[in-house]
């Protein structure tokens, strides 16, 4: 079975809205996700988040480029550029 994906649920991405139309809906205005407890960082609409926010279920749409392993290492990477972005 695949490995979970090892967020560290530090709340980066969900602070990281601004540049993406994909996004936009979700954005309260300065970027951070409307739906994002500041206190807590998680999500406050987990069950029901969007597939963008879902980074096992985005796979499916990269999985003829990238292994699940190469699609995890691609993901970490871009959560340690907006971890050291956003803290
Ligand atoms: S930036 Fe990465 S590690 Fe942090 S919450 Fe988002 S997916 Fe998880
Ligand atoms: S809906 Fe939830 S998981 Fe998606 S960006 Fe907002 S707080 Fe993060």
Redesign the pocket.
Known sequence: MREAFPCTACGA??RS?DGSPL?AA?DRGDGV?R??DEETNL????DE??EI?RVEDMHRHFADRFSWPEYVALNLRACAELHTRVY
């Open positions: 991405c969900c809205l996004l979700l996700c739906h994002l999500c406050r609409i987990y988040r969007p926010c």
